[in-house]
């Protein structure tokens, strides 16, 4: 019989069952909520909570699914960023080595494929441009010129 722990566990998961079965049955969901809570506490700066959040995802999905399923890539890393904020740089490496490992193993797995990518920040438009209308060239762009045309044309009228 699998016995299962209260919803809302401190890990985000429910349950400690093994193996496939009625505790498998809605696993990819918890699964997913619980690596998305992980790295939003993660990102507000509570490592504790994010730690024990992923490592109880990550305990429940290596149960059902074993522990070379490539879906761990992802929260592996989510881990291994949270463990280098809170100093485990040696366990941070490690981590890091696993999610590679996953990520060769799984090539073809759409999860190893988004773990491998590291997010790269938009590059940033120059604020005249952004703030100039649409078709506009920025301040300066013109010489001036535009800008003294514009300025005649409202003296003449």
């Not at 401190?10 to 699964?31: C, H, I, L, S, W």
């Not at 992923?54 to 429940?60: C, E």
């Not at 890539?73 to 280098?84: E, F, I, V």
Request: aromatic share 2%; net charge positive; no cysteine.
């Amino acid at each position: 019989m699998v016995t299962g722990g209260p919803v809302g566990a401190t890990d985000g998961t429910r349950g400690t069952g093994r193996g496939p079965g009625p505790r498998a049955e809605g696993e990819p969901v918890r699964f997913a909520a619980a690596v998305m809570r992980g790295t939003a506490l993660a990102e507000l700066g509570d490592y504790a909570g994010a730690e024990a959040v992923l490592r109880g995802a990550i305990r429940v999905h290596e149960a059902v699914h074993g522990p070379d399923d490539p879906r761990l890539a992802l929260p592996l890393r989510a881990l291994a960023a949270t463990r280098a904020a809170r100093g485990g740089l040696a366990e941070a490496e490690r981590l890091s080595l696993r999610v590679l490992a996953l990520v060769q193993d799984g090539a073809g797995h759409p999860a190893a494929r988004g773990a491998a990518a590291v997010p790269r920040p938009a590059p940033a438009a120059p604020a005249a441009a952004a703030a100039a209308p649409h078709g506009t060239p920025p301040a300066g762009a013109d010489g001036g010129a535009r800008r003294q045309e514009q300025e005649g044309r409202s003296e003449q009228s």
